[in-house]
């Protein structure tokens, strides 16, 4: 369901409450851990919907690349999902230090990525406010920060619907009275 929709330079910021397995972006965010182990929260979901071949990629992006360090993305195929792609993103546990600015990254990481795979339509999770404990209105306040300026710094970006899809009431909730306070 969408909540509200807000426009920047063409781009177009969506307030979503829906399951982002379902979602018809060409690419979703799965809030990931460094080992690509997708076994609980959106991580989960998004192999039961899109089908093992998703964990298995992951496995052999890891024994490939390594750990996926904090802030950084790894980019699978979606498997049956709508999506064309997932691009995993650790975001950082509350608690470790610099939580702000490597969510901050993280967000911005997503949003290079996609570019650089000439994207014009992406779905992301409130990445790291579930069992990573990142307060949600903190969360929300990063996002907004890092997409505002992802877009000012990007202007002729290929992204032209970033969707804010979160399954939650609470989160959605949240996500969309920080953006009307501070989407200006």
């Known amino acids: 369901m969408l909540l509200k929709s807000f426009t920047f330079q063409g781009t177009v910021i969506e307030i979503v409450q829906d399951d982002i397995t379902k979602q018809d972006t060409e690419a979703i965010v799965n809030a990931a851990n460094s080992y690509l182990k997708h076994g609980g929260g959106v991580a989960a979901a998004i192999v039961r919907a899109g089908g093992e071949e998703i964990q298995r990629e992951s496995d052999e992006y890891v024994k490939t690349h390594g750990p996926v360090p904090v802030s950084q993305v790894a980019v699978t195929k979606a498997g049956r999902l709508k999506a064309k792609y997932v691009l ?6 509350w608690g470790e230090g610099n939580e702000h600015e490597k969510l901050y990254m993280a967000v911005q990481n997503v ?3 996609a570019e650089e795979l000439s994207l014009s339509s992406i779905s992301i999770p409130a990445i790291s406010s579930g069992i990573f404990g990142f307060p949600k209105d903190q969360c929300a306040e990063v ?3 890092a997409i505002r300026d992802f877009l000012e710094e990007h202007q002729n970006t290929s992204l032209k619907l970033v969707r804010l899809c979160n399954i939650d009431e609470e989160t959605s909730k949240i996500f969309l009275s920080v953006f009307e306070k501070y989407w200006r």
């Open 88 to 93: 995993h993103v650790v975001g950082p546990r």
């Open 111 to 113: 949003l290079k990525k």
């Open 143 to 145: 996002f907004c920060r």
